[in-house]
């Protein structure tokens, strides 16, 4: 085989396992316990999967099935100790962090979200991150309040 061939096969390597890390956003890492224990779940599963990649006797196929798990591990690991668990709120008066909130759009449209941390956050399962502009408009507000910003005005029904 030419060494050319070679230095071009590494080089795909390299790309295919060098992996660019997760962003880690800039905010504090407000999570919830449910929130901890997912982070923790998914840096358990990433390990596993890393380990089962070890064990891949393909130099260059183990460093690929290896580099997602990896980076992986790093950015869940770093999630998971700079994590700030918040207790769920007591009072339910006002919106704050772990809130569920009720709120109806001015077109009608009925909504509810728990506020959580940005790894957490699943709009489609009802959970939006604290740093989202809707949980920042909602934030110290109250049942009955009126908020908006760019024409999207919303009217807080209910907090739990």
Same mark, same amino acid.
Do not use: W
């Given at each position: 085989?030419?060494?050319?061939?070679?230095?071009?096969?590494?080089?795909?390597?390299?790309?295919?396992?060098?992996?660019?890390?997760?962003?880690?956003?800039?905010?504090?890492?407000?999570?919830?316990?449910?929130?901890?224990?997912?982070?923790?779940?998914?840096?358990?599963?990433?390990?596993?999967?890393?380990?089962?990649?070890?064990?891949?006797?393909?130099?260059?196929?183990?460093?690929?099935?290896?580099?997602?798990?990896?980076?992986?591990?790093?950015?869940?690991?770093?999630?998971?100790?700079?994590?700030?668990?918040?207790?769920?709120?007591?009072?339910?008066?006002?919106?704050?962090?772990?809130?569920?909130?009720?709120?109806?759009?001015?077109?009608?449209?009925?909504?509810?979200?728990?506020?959580?941390?940005?790894?957490?956050?699943?709009?489609?399962?009802?959970? #939006?991150?604290?740093?989202?502009?809707?949980?920042?408009?909602?934030?110290?507000?109250?049942?009955?309040?009126?908020?908006?910003?760019?024409?999207?005005? #919303?009217?807080?029904?209910?907090?739990?």
């Amino acid at each position: 085989m030419s060494v050319a061939f070679t230095k071009e096969d590494s080089a795909t390597t390299a790309s295919e396992t060098l992996l660019p890390d997760r962003p880690i956003s800039p905010h504090p890492n407000l999570v919830t316990e449910t929130g901890l224990k997912a982070l923790e779940f998914e840096l358990e599963r990433a390990r596993d999967a890393y380990e089962t990649a070890q064990k891949i006797e393909d130099v260059d196929e183990r460093r690929r099935q290896a580099a997602i798990p990896l980076r992986d591990i790093r950015y869940l690991a770093a999630r998971v100790r700079t994590a700030q668990v918040v207790a769920d709120p007591v009072a339910t008066e006002t919106i704050a962090f772990g809130s569920t909130v009720t709120f109806r759009r001015k077109d009608g449209r009925v909504q509810k979200y728990r506020i959580v941390g940005e790894d957490e956050a699943n709009p489609n399962a009802g959970s #939006i991150s604290f740093v989202s502009p809707v949980a920042k408009l909602l934030m110290g507000k109250s049942v009955g309040d009126e908020c908006g910003a760019s024409g999207q005005e #919303i009217e807080i029904i209910s907090v739990s």
